[in-house]
Each structure stands twice: as structure tokens, then as C-alpha cells.
């Protein structure tokens, strides 16, 4: 079984500035670079056929490319996960836009529809299922924000757990936007 998801890799400098406001929350798991993306679409575990069906899919997806840029932070209330903290993204409509057409596109091979609404979110830390005073952090970084920067591609991303947390296989197929 492979446990999949398509997903946008920011670049080097975005990524350099979230690892820069990671730290001074006990308890927290901080992300690593090699694991910091925006999940468009998560999948999960499907068998090799699948796999191999989404990927010519992503590798023929066509879409406009868009700028987005970071905005602030927050933290998602969950119960088996603690409260991962997030850095936002936005402008949200046209991120919303094209999950759904990576959500369409996985629809059509038979997967189910996302029941969620989608949040566009870099994940930056996890707790497990510990509970930790997160308000000096997210007082802190409120204001985040960046320049800026292209999505220009999308990629169908590979995850398996580990006693340390997920290592991520990144671009298994990677769609340029058109």
C-alpha cells in the first residue's frame, strides 16, 4: 500500500523563513525542510494499481500557476493530533479552486470526494496527543507573512510513519503549471 497526497513544495527561501520561527514551544515536533509542503489533496493508502493510475493523472494535470503568499499562523484542535501549529496561505479562493480540481480529478478514477473544507496550510510542528500553551507562540508570529511566491507545480507525494514521524518521498510525479 502506498499512503499518498498531492502537494505543492514551497521554495528554498519560504521554507528557510518557516524554519526560522520554530522553537520555544515545549513539547513541540518541528517539521524538518524535507517535510514542509502544502497538502492540495490527501489521499491516503491506496494499493499499486491506484498509485499508479493518480500518477499518470498528476503527470498529465494542467492549471494556471498562481502567486501566494504566507499569512499568519494558527493551530488546528484535534484529537489524535494534539494541536499541530500551521503557517496560512493565501489568497484562498484560487488555492480552494484548484483543490477542486485535483479533488475532480481523483473523483473520476473512483476515489471519494474530500468531505472536508480545505484550509490551505504548511504544517510546522505536531504534538502527538499532548495538549501545550501555544498563545506566546502564535502571539508571536500573528503577523507572518511573506513576498510573494509562484505555485507553479504540483506533485504527487509519498508518506510512510516512522517512529520519528512521516519521511516524505517528494515529486514520485510532478505536473508543471501550464
Given at each position: 500500500m502506498h499512503r499518498l497526497f498531492i502537494a505543492y513544495r514551497p521554495p528554498a527561501t519560504i521554507?528557510?523563513?518557516l524554519l526560522a520561527i520554530m522553537g520555544d514551544v515545549a513539547g513541540a515536533k518541528w517539521q524538518r525542510d524535507d517535510q514542509l509542503h502544502l497538502t492540495l489533496r490527501y489521499i491516503g493508502a491506496v494499493d499499486g494499481r491506484t498509485?499508479?493510475?493518480?500518477?499518470?493523472m498528476v503527470e498529465r494535470f494542467l492549471f494556471t500557476p498562481f502567486d501566494v503568499t504566507l499569512s499568519g499562523v494558527g493551530c488546528f484542535e484535534s484529537r489524535d493530533q494534539g494541536q499541530p501549529l500551521w503557517a496560512g496561505v493565501s489568497p484562498e479562493a484560487p488555492l480552494a479552486a484548484l483543490h477542486k480540481k485535483v479533488d475532480h480529478m481523483l473523483v473520476r478514477i473512483g476515489l471519494p470526494a474530500e468531505q472536508r473544507r480545505y484550509a490551505p496550510h504548511i504544517t510546522v510542528a505536531r504534538f502527538g496527543r499532548m495538549k501545550a500553551d501555544l498563545s506566546d507562540w502564535l502571539n508571536a508570529y500573528a503577523s507572518l507573512s511573506s513576498a510573494p511566491f509562484p505555485l507553479d507545480?504540483?506533485?504527487?507525494?509519498?508518506?510512510?510513519?516512522?517512529?520519528?514521524?512521516?519521511?516524505?518521498?517528494?515529486?514520485?510525479?510532478?505536473?508543471?503549471?501550464?
Open positions: 521554507r528557510e523563513q498509485a499508479e493510475e493518480i500518477a499518470q507545480h504540483i506533485s504527487l507525494m509519498e508518506s510512510r510513519l516512522g517512529r520519528d514521524g512521516g519521511a516524505y518521498y517528494h515529486d514520485i510525479v510532478k505536473s508543471e503549471g501550464q
